[in-house]
């Protein structure tokens, strides 16, 4: 719990083992790579290894639109995850181009009013680091509505939400 130095060191040997297994261009490959890139992305300092997170993300990206097409879901987490390792490192027009992406598959494939779409409305915070504070509140407002729908008004999730919400009060214009 917590230990992402540990984490990354066993998700690097399953690498190994499932590159070994599958070969290095398998889905099951791919799903790793999402895991470990968010894990360089944990680590702890406050950039973490987002290069390396973004590295790893792009290689997984490519493997699942082989094997599944451009639009599908499993795609859309890897596309957000992506989106957010850019934003880590300061491009947050790429960021926003990422996540607008997911949000159309998974609005596409789950409706808008999902919880998976609840998530990925963090790109709110895209639009807010680049300027756009209004769209940045409409977003991440839409995202607490969707979680007080599905959970409550009282669970942790929506006391807790996506960071970005939490920032909604003190952030911006």
């Not at 297994?21 to 790793?32: F, L």
């Given at each position: 719990?917590?230990?992402?130095?540990?984490?990354?060191t066993?998700?690097?040997?399953?690498?190994?083992i499932?590159?070994?297994?599958?070969?290095?261009?398998?889905?099951?490959?791919?799903?790793?790579?999402?895991?470990?890139?968010?894990?360089?992305g944990?680590?702890?300092?406050?950039?973490?290894?987002?290069?390396?997170?973004?590295?790893?993300?792009e290689?997984?990206?490519?493997?699942?639109?082989?094997e599944?097409?451009?639009d599908?879901?499993?795609?859309?987490?890897?596309?957000?995850?992506?989106?957010?390792?850019?934003?880590?490192l300061?491009?947050?027009?790429?960021?926003?181009?990422?996540?607008?992406?997911?949000?159309?598959?998974e609005?596409?494939?789950?409706?808008?009013?999902?919880?998976?779409?609840?998530?990925?409305?963090?790109l709110g915070n895209?639009?807010?680091?680049?300027?756009?504070?209004?769209?940045k509140?409409t977003?991440?407002?839409?995202?607490?509505?969707?979680e007080e729908?599905?959970?409550?008004?009282?669970?942790?999730?929506?006391?807790w939400?996506?960071?970005?919400?939490?920032r909604?009060?003190?952030?911006?214009?």
């Amino acid at each position: 719990l917590g230990d992402h130095r540990q984490k990354k060191t066993l998700l690097e040997r399953a690498l190994k083992i499932e590159e070994r297994e599958y070969g290095p261009d398998h889905p099951e490959v791919a799903a790793i790579l999402t895991n470990l890139g968010n894990a360089h992305g944990d680590l702890g300092d406050p950039l973490g290894d987002h290069q390396q997170k973004k590295t790893l993300l792009e290689r997984a990206l490519k493997i699942e639109e082989r094997e599944y097409g451009p639009d599908h879901p499993e795609v859309a987490v890897t596309l957000a995850n992506l989106g957010n390792a850019h934003g880590d490192l300061g491009d947050h027009r790429q960021k926003k181009t990422l996540l607008e992406r997911a949000l159309k598959i998974e609005e596409r494939e789950f409706g808008p009013d999902h919880p998976k779409v609840a998530v990925t409305l963090d790109l709110g915070n895209a639009h807010g680091a680049l300027g756009d504070h209004q769209q940045k509140k409409t977003l991440l407002e839409r995202a607490l509505k969707i979680e007080e729908r599905e959970y409550g008004p009282d669970h942790p999730e929506v006391a807790w939400g996506t960071p970005g919400r939490r920032r909604l009060s003190w952030s911006g214009p």
